[in-house]
Structures are given as C-alpha cells and as structure tokens.
C-alpha cells in the first residue's frame, strides 16, 4: 500500500509506453535515460532492488524501500520503473545482455554447432548462478501466464529477442548451419530458446551444489539435440522436419509475444 500511495503522490506511476526524458519510450513504461546520469541512476535502483531482493525477497520488498536504499525519491524510482515487477523486466534485460556477450565470447574459438550450442547453455547457467537463491520467487510470478514477467510476454520481447539472436550466432556461426534447410535455420533460433526455457525450469528446481544436475542434464541433452537437428538434412526425415516446422510454426510460435510467424 505504501507503494501505491506514493504513486499516487508523486504522480509518477506512469501507463505503458511513458515517455523518457528525451521523449524515448521503452516498454512497461520505463523512462529512457537520456544521459550518462540518468543511466547511472537507472543501474543504482536496479543494483539496490536486486540486492533487497536477495536479502528480503521479492514480496517484502516495496519501492519505497529500494528508492530509500538507492538514495532516490520514490518518484524518481517510479520515473525510470513504473511498478516493482518492472525492475524484474531490467534485471532480465541486463542478465540477458550479459548472458549473450560471455556466450559469444566464449564459442569464437568453434564452428562446432554441438559445442557452441553447450556454451551458450552454460554460460546461461554461469551468469544467472549468483540469483539461484531466490530464482524461485521469482517463477512463483513467471508462471502466471498473464504476468509480464513471463518469458512469454509482450514485456519480455526485448531480453527474449536478445536470447533468440544470440541462438540464431549459435547456429549460424556453427558448420551445421550451411547443410540445413533455410526455411528450418529461420525457425531453430526461436525453437532453442524454448530449449533452454526447459533448461532454466530445471535450474529454478535444482538444489544439488553448484546446480550439477542442470550442468550434466546440459551436458548430455546438447549432443543428443545436434544429432537429431543434423538428421533433419537427410531425405528421409524432410516429411517429419515439415510436421514438426508446421507444428512450430501453427502452436507454438503464436504464444510467444511478437514472434513474427512468417
């Protein structure tokens, strides 16, 4: 209630599609910094909420509380979120962002598409590793299929579509990529996010140290998934490659908010 009271307050508690200070909008209607202070400003109340995050949990943690932390008036943290799921949105983006570089970085030294595909996956665990903790908190809201915190979103396109092109360098930086079908090499970057969606439920549920079960369960599905992707080149399985394009194409890219199904 007090979040909501000081919204009302401030004014500050903007629709989506706000504008930012230079005019700029940005999706769930947070403010697009304008300069280097306001960017600065922006990554401190990220930094402090994920931080009260980790030490209160999600729940307990309003935004009068992180603004207070931050050093920042309560209308100065609704300026750039304009509600607390938002900074979940934020710390997706940066994940994500993080995520991507390091995956990249990583996979430069191959070609091999069973190997680049395991890095990616990988680097995926390394980077969220210091959120484990309190990953499920998190889910708990995920889940809810009219959240904006699904990965499924509207609000989730922007890290979503960061993730896809990293899968779509995966693939297309690997040798498989040139012996596959084109219409296929269009689909699989969207089908191996879904891919490590799977991954990142098992991650939530894993409590075994350093998240071993994940790592292997990454370990042993990535060569079986190359394998069955290589043998989508042969003529033999092009009548199961079309059935199963169709059933990507007709059921699953559709629910995934602003996937253009082509």
């Known amino acids: 209630m007090d979040d909501l009271a000081a919204t009302n307050s401030t004014g500050d508690d903007r629709a989506d599609g706000q504008r930012g200070a230079d005019g700029g909008l940005m999706a769930g209607g947070r403010a697009q910094p304008k300069t280097d202070k306001s960017e600065a400003t922006r990554a401190l109340i990220l930094e402090t909420a994920m931080r009260l995050f980790q030490e209160r949990g999600y729940e307990k ?40 570089a390091d995956a990249r970085r990583r996979m430069a030294h191959t070609r091999d598409f069973s190997e680049r595909l395991e890095i990616a996956l990988t680097s995926w665990l390394d980077t969220a590793d210091p959120y484990h903790e309190f990953s499920a908190q998190f889910f708990r809201t995920a889940a809810d299929p009219t959240s904006s915190l ?37 689909l699989l970057p969207d089908v191996l996010w879904l891919y490590l969606m799977v991954v990142v439920l098992y991650w939530v549920f894993d409590r075994t140290p350093d998240t071993e079960r994940t790592r292997e369960f990454v370990r042993r599905s990535t060569p079986m998934t190359s394998r069955v992707i290589n043998l989508s080149r042969y003529r033999v399985f092009r009548p199961i490659v079309r059935d199963a394009k169709g059933l990507i194409q007709d059921f699953i890219l559709p629910t995934i908010g602003k996937t253009v199904v082509k």
């Open 150 to 186: 699904s990965p499924f979103s509207n609000e989730s396109h922007p890290a979503r579509a960061t993730a896809v092109e990293l899968f779509r360098d995966v693939l297309v930086g690997s040798d498989l990529a040139p012996k596959l079908d084109a219409e296929l090499v269009e």
């Open 61 to 100: 943690t309003t935004m009068r509380a992180i603004a207070s932390e931050a050093g920042v008036s309560v209308g100065n943290a609704y300026y750039y979120f304009s509600a607390k799921e938002f900074l979940i949105q934020g710390f997706y983006d940066r994940m994500t962002h993080d995520h991507a």
